[in-house]
């Protein structure tokens, strides 16, 4: 795929809404006039079995459309998105808009928005766009995640205040597929033992770090051998988007010689705060903008734990030479992100909750079941809404590891502070952690709320925020997971 450079153009073109130039005809149309529909031209999603070259080693895997990552989806916001799933998989599948306050039957969740889409079946997803930011899609059916079944969603605005030059796109991800087996085999490993990989330490994490320890670590579909090269002019403003896509890595992310400045936080703006280096959990995106030196600088997302990185070349002269890989990035090791020193808009603020419930994360003495007040996805936890109320999620982590928890359909304010704190729909928790994310209920569903390490999740760190009185539950929408296939029962709060 080629690098994702979703727009080498000046704000200006941002503002005037001359999309043409960014190359939004990835299956969308421009934005339409104010109060006109959106008339989408649609765009197809073919998963399929495919080889994909990593370097010197080609692995079979499967993919949307046989690239990796997926293709690039662009929109405007207030535009609708019209994007047909053929399902050329020997199993059933799904697309999950990642990010995105969906409307409910579009969530691609399956056991609770739909049922999978069978092998040789289509799916329409046809949805409304209506906030700005960095998003993306992928498969919520089992662990075909950790494969290549996921791709970036990037939603423009068409008033844009930031003021930048060109931006690109990087997608983090963690690889096992075809190297060490399938997902499959993995989850079934860990099902199989009671032990976890104390190794994999990091004191960013509050400990574990992670169940596995991937081969590979890739930027838009490319390992450190083998590596992306994002070209632009010195002393140009670029704006980069980030999406940690993995399954069970957190990244560690710098650009040597650079300090940089976080202006968006899931999608939603933030006051800008300069730093050297975050750490990005699964399913978390992070925008920010650095204005670029002469020269060609490393890209580095160091897996979190693990002792690999991922890696890119940011290059602003044809005569620098790249930095090796491995090349010393100091940092990494300075001023790091953390949630205090975020806080969105004040227009993006969330009403003061009028209730609280606690959720307690938690893991039984199987060592491979991971649960939320107690329970696994096959007897959910549901957490009861009502519109348009504010609801305070107090999240006490009773486990030994960190979990990205990740809610559908939904923004949430994490109250980093008082009163103040971040517009997410994923917060890292660390063990023994307490926080607080304060939920609006303005669309109607039943929504996942889950842990966004893969494995965590398919071993029963999933439930549900829903609204009112819960709907019945039918066998053929159970979600899969450590209990898969078993007819489970919606717990109440």
Request: net charge positive.
């Amino acid at each position: 795929m080629d690098d994702l450079v979703t727009g080498r153009v000046s704000r200006r073109m941002f503002v005037t809404g001359t999309f043409a130039a960014l190359g939004l005809g990835a299956g969308l149309e421009a934005a339409p006039a104010a109060g006109a529909t959106a008339r989408p031209r649609g765009t197809v999603l073919r998963a399929r079995p495919a080889k994909v070259k990593l370097g010197k080693r080609t692995v079979s895997t499967w993919t949307y459309n046989g690239v990796l990552p997926g293709p690039l989806i662009k929109a405007t916001a207030g535009e609708t998105v019209a994007v047909k799933l053929v399902n050329d998989l020997p199993d059933p599948t799904t697309v999950h808009w990642h990010g995105i306050a969906i409307d409910f039957p579009m969530d691609g969740a399956p056991g609770f928005s739909q049922t999978s889409t069978r092998p040789g079946g289509t799916f329409d997803y046809v949805f409304r766009v209506p906030h700005p930011g960095t998003h993306f899609y992928h498969s919520h059916v089992g662990t075909q995640l950790d494969r290549g079944l996921y791709g970036p969603l990037i939603v423009a605005d068409p008033r844009e205040p930031l003021r930048y030059d060109e931006e690109f796109t990087v997608v983090l991800d963690d690889w096992l597929d075809g190297v060490n087996g399938t997902p499959d085999d993995a989850l079934r490993r860990l099902n199989s033992s009671t032990e976890h990989d104390d190794t994999l330490r990091s004191e960013a994490l509050g400990g574990v770090a992670a169940e596995l320890r991937h081969p590979l670590y890739l930027i838009n579909g490319r390992p450190p051998a083998a590596p992306r090269t994002f070209t632009a002019s010195p002393r140009r403003r670029v704006r980069f988007r980030v999406i940690n896509a993995g399954a069970d890595t957190a990244f560690r992310v710098a650009l040597g010689g650079h300090r940089m400045t976080i202006t968006h936080t899931d999608g939603f703006p933030c006051s800008p705060v300069t730093v050297d280096t975050f750490v990005i959990g699964m399913g978390e995106r992070c925008d920010f903008v650095v204005t670029l030196k002469p020269g060609a600088f490393p890209l580095v997302a160091q897996a979190e734990g693990k002792g690999g990185r991922a890696y890119a070349v940011v290059r602003t002269s044809r005569k620098a030479d790249a930095p090796p890989s491995r090349v010393k990035v100091p940092e990494l090791k300075r001023r790091m992100l953390k949630y205090q020193d975020l806080d969105a808009r004040p227009a993006d603020h969330l009403p003061l909750p009028t209730r609280a419930v606690a959720v307690t994360l938690g893991m039984r003495e199987s060592g491979n079941e991971w649960t939320l007040n107690d329970r696994l996805a096959s007897d959910p936890l549901r957490l009861r809404v009502e519109p348009g109320e504010t609801l305070r999620i107090v999240l006490d982590n009773q486990s030994p590891m960190w979990h990205p928890m990740h809610l559908h359909g939904h923004t949430f304010q994490l109250r980093a502070r008082k009163r103040s704190g971040p517009r997410k729909d994923t917060v890292n928790i660390k063990p023994r952690e307490r926080l607080h994310i304060d939920v609006h209920a303005d669309n109607p569903g039943e929504w996942m709320f889950h842990c966004h390490n893969l494995y965590h999740q398919e071993q029963g760190m999933m439930g549900a925020i829903g609204y009112g009185q819960a709907p019945p539950l039918r066998p053929d929408m159970i979600h899969g997971g450590h209990s898969a296939g078993e007819k489970g029962r919606r717990g109440r709060h």
